[in-house]
C-alpha cells in the first residue's frame, strides 16, 4: 500500500523514483511529473483556472487534451471547464516559444500526464477538486518503457480529437462568452474549490499533531510561541487549530507559492505590511476554501481580518498568529511535500 499512509515514509529520492498508486493526489504529485523537458502532456475531460495556473511548464512541446464541443457551452456555463483560462494557458505557452497544441472533444474523459520523470494515470481531472487531497487515486510511473507505452496510447486517443489553435479557441469564447454570462445569471456558480473530503489520513497532506511537534523541534521564538498557543496559553488553542487547517488549505490549493513564504523570518513576519498577502488570501478564503473534518470556515473568518477575507476589524483579530504561522506552516508543508513528493 505504498502510495497511502506509507508514502510518508519515502525519502526524497526515493520519491521521485516512486511507481505506484498515490490516494489524494494534490498539485505537487502533477508537477513532480517533470514539466520542463522536451514534451509534456496533458490529458483531462475538466480542467480548471487554479489547477490550470499552477502549472508552470517550460517543455518544448506541450499538448493539451480537454473536453469541448465547439458547438456547446454547456461544460463552459456549469464550471466544469474554464475556456478563457485554457486560452490564456496556451498564450503563455506560445509567448515562450513553445509548441502548444490543442485537442479537443466532447468526449473527452482520460486523466493522463506525462512529463520528464514520470507519468500520471488515475481518476484525477485537472481540478483543484482533482488534485486536492480528495477521493481520487492516480498511479505514478518512471519505467522508460512503460511511459513510451503510454505516450503510445495517447497518440492512439488522439485520433478522434479535433486539433484547433489558440485563435481556433479565441473565436469560440468571443462567440459564446455572452451566451454564457447570460445563462450563468440563472445558476448558482461553481467555484474553484477544494473537495470537501477529510484529509486526516494523508501523511503526505501534513497533520496537526505532527506540526505540533515539529514545532517543538525549531529553534525560534515563533515556533515555540505558536506551540504554547496550541497548548493553551491565553486560550488561544482553538485559533492555532484553525489557522493550520485553513493554511494549510491555502497552500495545497497555491503550491507555487510555498517556498516563498517559507523563506519569509516566522519573528519577523508582517502580514499587515503585506497588502498583496492579504488581498491573496481574500481570493482564496472566498473562492477555493472549504469546510473539512472539524475544520469550519464561517468561524475561520471570524479569526481574519477584513482584508483576508474575514470579518474582523481592519488588522484585527489574531492577525499576531497569523504574522507567526503564515512562514511556520509553509516551511512545515515544504518539509513534508519534497520527503514524499517532490
Not at 447570460?182 to 473537495?195: G, V
Not at 516566522?266 to 505590511?273: A, V
Not at 497569523?322 to 517532490?342: D, E, G, H, Q, S
Amino acid at each position: 500500500m505504498v502510495g497511502f499512509i506509507e508514502e510518508a515514509t519515502m525519502s526524497k529520492s526515493a520519491s521521485l523514483k516512486y511507481e505506484g498508486p498515490i490516494v489524494g493526489p494534490i498539485l505537487p504529485h502533477l508537477d513532480s511529473i517533470g514539466l520542463n523537458g522536451t514534451e509534456l502532456v496533458l490529458a483531462t475531460a475538466y480542467y480548471s483556472m487554479r489547477a490550470l495556473s499552477s502549472l508552470k511548464p517550460k517543455a518544448s512541446i506541450v499538448r493539451f487534451f480537454c473536453r469541448l464541443d465547439l458547438r456547446s457551452v454547456d461544460d463552459w456555463v456549469e464550471g466544469y471547464t474554464d475556456p478563457p483560462c485554457l486560452l490564456s494557458f496556451a498564450k503563455l505557452q506560445e509567448e515562450r516559444g513553445a509548441d502548444i497544441q490543442l485537442f479537443v472533444s466532447p468526449q473527452a474523459h482520460a486523466k493522463v500526464y506525462i512529463g520528464e520523470h514520470a507519468a500520471l494515470v488515475g481518476s484525477a481531472n485537472l481540478t483543484l477538486r482533482g488534485f486536492g487531497g480528495g477521493q481520487e487515486i492516480i498511479y505514478r510511473i518512471t519505467d522508460s518503457e512503460q511511459k513510451r507505452k503510454i505516450s503510445n496510447a495517447i497518440t492512439l486517443y488522439a485520433k478522434d480529437f479535433e486539433k484547433i489553435n489558440i485563435k481556433d479557441l479565441h473565436d469560440y469564447i468571443e462567440y459564446y462568452k455572452s451566451e454564457v454570462s447570460s445563462k450563468r445569471k440563472k445558476r448558482k456558480k461553481r467555484e474553484d474549490r477544494l473537495p470537501s473530503f477529510s484529509r486526516s489520513r494523508h501523511a503526505h497532506l501534513g497533520d496537526y499533531s505532527d506540526f505540533k511537534k515539529w514545532l517543538s523541534r525549531q529553534q525560534n521564538h515563533a515556533a515555540n510561541e505558536i506551540l504554547q498557543r496550541a497548548m493553551g496559553k491565553s486560550n488561544l488553542s482553538g485559533h492555532i487549530n484553525r489557522n493550520f487547517h485553513g493554511l494549510r488549505q491555502l497552500f495545497l490549493a497555491y503550491p507555487e507559492i510555498l517556498e516563498k513564504y517559507s523563506k519569509e523570518k516566522p519573528d519577523g513576519y508582517k502580514l499587515s505590511k503585506d497588502y498583496v498577502t492579504e488581498g491573496f488570501i481574500k481570493e482564496f478564503v472566498t473562492k477555493n476554501a472549504i469546510d473539512e473534518d472539524t475544520f469550519n470556515v464561517e468561524i475561520w473568518k471570524t479569526y481574519l481580518p477584513i482584508e483576508c477575507g474575514g470579518r474582523a476589524g481592519r488588522h484585527g483579530g489574531t492577525i499576531g498568529n497569523l504574522n507567526y504561522m503564515m512562514p511556520l506552516v509553509a516551511r512545515y508543508l515544504l518539509k513534508i511535500f519534497k520527503k514524499n513528493i517532490l
